[in-house]
């Protein structure tokens, strides 16, 4: 049995558990403990879950989110690695065995792996793809820019050492401000895309602009330090229309993704309407 704990973060993911739970449970190494961390679900996840022998289920009484989940894992794991896979995501066999290896090394802290994209059947799957990628490439990288929270391992002290994950991201950004932290504390990270998984997660128009959204208000913490009417304008300007969507956009073009346009354009209105949407809610709770 190996040194390493798996946990699967979940929160009303019924349909996609047990393909994922399956995964962790033939891997070619095993592991010393599977945890489904359940985050307060109103389905049935954590009956699911506890049909497994092999899987512990601890649960929230509410839903707390993904950053919680994270360290509710991170705290009660006995084994100095820690590994992740998100519920709707399944290994690979060799997934966990190929990311261990990496560990080998005292200075790294943590290893990440390839996400495929599973699922395009809309075209907001195929957006997905195209402008939300949760990988590097197909070349190992030291150092990338962070790791994906959907499927790595780190060093359990390394993660404590660096405080934990940052709960008041919730269920976005958590991963990049961890990966920031430890590369501060002079941990190295390391990209494998020989560790593959492969994402079940189906979008419609409205879920993936509300997703990106989130991705781009946590993963770049854009209103850390307070939100005005000014910020938000200024983001529409120099940030939502200069780089995000006329990048998008040209990307699309050059790429002749021809069908993906009418999505970049909508992009550019809800980024502003959700900003804006925001600075009211703070206006009006002072």
Request: proline share 3%; charged share 25%.
């Amino acid at each position: 049995m190996s040194d390493i704990t798996v946990y699967i973060p979940a929160y009303n993911v019924a349909s996609f558990l047990p393909r994922s739970i399956e995964s962790v449970i033939c891997q070619t190494l095993k592991p010393a403990k599977i945890f489904v961390i359940d985050d307060g679900s109103r389905d049935d996840s954590a009956a699911i879950a506890g049909r497994y022998p092999e899987v512990t289920v601890v649960r929230h009484d509410k839903n707390r989110g993904l950053a919680a989940a994270r360290n509710t894992a991170f705290r009660i794991a006995s084994t100095e690695f820690v590994a992740s896979l998100d519920a709707d995501c399944i290994a690979e066999q060799t997934w966990l065995e190929i990311l261990l290896a990496h560990m080998a090394n005292p200075k790294i802290a943590g290893a990440g792996g390839c996400l495929i994209e599973g699922i395009q059947i809309s075209l907001a799957d195929r957006w997905r793809k195209a402008h939300m990628p949760q990988e590097w490439g197909l070349k190992l990288l030291h150092n990338p820019k962070f790791l994906f929270g959907c499927n790595n391992v780190f060093r359990r002290t390394a993660v404590l050492d660096a405080g934990g994950y940052e709960e008041r991201f919730r269920n976005n950004g958590e991963d990049s401000d961890l990966s920031r932290r430890l590369i501060e504390k002079k941990w190295e990270i390391i990209y494998d895309p020989a560790a593959r998984a492969t994402h079940l997660r189906h979008d419609d128009v409205k879920s993936i602009l509300d997703t990106y959204w989130r991705w781009w208000k946590f993963g770049v913490n854009a209103y850390a330090t307070g939100i005005s009417l000014r910020s938000v304008i200024g983001h529409a300007l120099f940030v939502h229309l200069r780089y995000t969507f006329l990048e998008l956009f040209g990307r699309d073009w050059r790429d002749r993704k021809y069908e993906l346009l009418p999505l970049d354009m909508l992009l550019l209105l809800y980024l502003f309407y959700r900003d804006f949407r925001l600075w009211l809610t703070s206006k009006s709770s002072l």
